[in-house]
């Protein structure tokens, strides 16, 4: 069965602070693995994804397969990186997501 | 990429009535895939609706509960029926228009927000 669990339901850090969002996963397979965020008032959508490699709006992830886990990081969060952040783990069948966290970037 | 529009974005219903929520999707898809998102809990899926079948639903979702229809390649809907308060949530429509199992993208609706009184 997939499962994803992202153990903080809401993280508050300052602006220009390094930001880790966690997420861990338990899957057989080979897995897919995306963040995807929800800023205030809009709709969910893709943040990054674990096969791109890339870093989008300075976030980066990394794949530990040793480890489960698939982690969100910023070196320096911006305010406007407040935001729902959503951990999820795709496959041939169906997306499944973590129970997200609400991150909060004060000034 | 797929642009949804999503309706009602928001609805008060009575206890005991059904609501029913559409998913136009501006390009064909083959699946759609229905969410509930509860106050302070993740997304869960629902069903996932094919175009000229069933859909398939999860495990804890019945069609009785949560009929389907996919009557075309850019089109669904998802009942609600027999509302009770437990059924306040957010409902969300998604599809993946590259198809699953690619590491590619999906698309969300804005969502509909349920208040059952």
């Known amino acids: 069965a997939q499962r994803v669990t992202q153990p903080e339901k809401l993280l508050s850090v300052f602006k220009g602070a390094p930001v880790e969002l966690k997420c861990n996963y338990s899957y057989s397979g080979s897995p897919e693995l995306f963040w995807y965020v929800q800023y205030s008032r809009q709709r969910l959508q893709l943040l990054l994804r674990?096969?791109s490699r890339e870093s989008i709006k300075g976030f980066t992830a990394d794949l530990n397969k040793g480890e489960t886990s698939f982690h969100l990081k910023k070196p320096f969060a911006q305010e406007e990186d407040s935001a729902m952040y959503y951990c999820?783990?795709?496959?041939?069948?169906?997306?499944?997501f973590g129970k997200g966290t609400k991150l909060t970037v004060n000034p | 990429s797929a642009v949804i529009s999503q309706k009602p974005s928001r609805d008060i219903c009575q206890r005991g009535t059904s609501l029913t929520i559409q998913c136009q999707v501006d390009?064909?898809?083959?699946?759609m895939f229905w969410y509930r998102q509860q106050p302070g809990q993740s997304l869960t899926l629902i069903a996932t609706?094919?175009?000229?079948?069933?859909?398939?639903?999860e495990s804890g979702f019945v069609i009785d509960k949560f009929p389907i229809s996919r009557p075309n390649l850019t089109f669904s809907t998802l009942t609600v029926s027999n509302l009770s308060p437990e059924d306040s949530s957010i409902y969300l429509c998604?599809?993946?228009?590259?198809?699953?199992?690619?590491?590619?993208?999906?698309?969300f609706g804005q969502g509909t927000r349920l208040t059952v009184v």
């Open positions: 999820a783990l795709g496959g041939s069948e169906k997306l499944v």
């Open positions: 998604s599809v993946n228009p590259l198809g699953l199992g690619l590491n590619t993208e999906a698309f």
């Open positions: 390009s064909q898809v083959t699946m």
């Open positions: 609706a094919n175009q000229g079948s069933e859909a398939t639903y």
């Open positions: 674990h096969i």
